[in-house]
């Protein structure tokens, strides 16, 4: 049981340059998520996702796009990296609404975008 | 990851004596308090949660104490350790809902 897996664990960009950022979870959660995470700015929600085929946006959408073909893949991309976009980003999974024991997190994607 | 102790709010505690963290939030509506613990490089771990019909739950040696009158959720740590040192956040939600809204963090670093 390897919980929520991200790969890669960093990455180095050109500005306009696209990539997928990876996002894998064996535990049968319909919740996943993306935040991105940056100095004295807390975890920030980019997308989520309630099951597979449905998408929301989340407070930072902007620049990102998500899909959800399956349970348990939920890939984050980015279309035209800016510098604005070096961060560390974080996927979680979650059960059931309840969110009971909280979301289970990755290990994260440091990003930087030159 | 390295950089998420910039800027952050910090406490030093010894070694063995108790930890308090405190987390203001604005929301009146949020119904799901959630404290979560984020060593370095690493992702956040949940370590206790607590709804808004409670006032206090406790786990082992942490404590969450929630005061909806003024916003204000609280973390204790007894006796704490070397291990605890990390960066602690707050995150709150509303009713039935998926979506986290997380505090900006304290850095809590334990003197042996």
């Known amino acids: 049981n390897a919980g929520v897996t991200q790969t890669p664990k960093f990455q180095v960009l050109k500005t306009g340059q696209s990539m997928t950022l990876q996002c894998a979870q064996d535990m049968n959660h319909e919740y996943m998520s993306w935040y991105r995470q940056d100095p004295g700015m807390g975890l920030r929600l980019i997308h989520y996702?309630?099951?597979?085929?449905?998408?929301d946006q989340g407070e930072v959408p902007n620049g990102y796009n998500v899909s959800r073909s399956t349970t348990e893949d939920f890939p984050l991309r980015l279309l035209s990296a800016a510098p604005s976009q070096t961060s560390v980003y974080f996927c979680?999974?979650?059960?059931?609404?309840?969110?009971?024991?909280?979301?289970?997190f990755g290990s994260g994607t440091r990003l930087t975008v030159v | 990851g390295e950089n998420v102790g910039l800027h952050l709010p910090t406490l030093s505690v010894q070694e063995g004596d108790n930890s308090i963290i405190n987390c203001a939030y604005s929301n009146s509506a949020s119904d799901y308090f959630i404290w979560y613990k984020q060593e370095s490089g690493k992702g956040p771990q949940f370590i206790i949660d607590i709804r808004s019909n409670m006032d206090k739950r406790q786990g082992q040696r942490v404590t969450v104490l929630l005061n909806k009158t003024v916003k204000h959720l609280s973390l204790q740590i007894a006796a704490t350790q070397p291990g605890d040192s990390a960066v602690y956040f707050c995150a709150e939600s509303g009713a039935g809902s998926y979506q986290l809204t997380f505090g900006k963090g304290t850095k809590l670093s334990v003197i042996p």
């Open positions: 979680a999974s979650s059960y059931s609404a309840g969110l009971s024991y909280g979301y289970t």
């Open positions: 996702s309630v099951g597979a085929g449905i998408t």
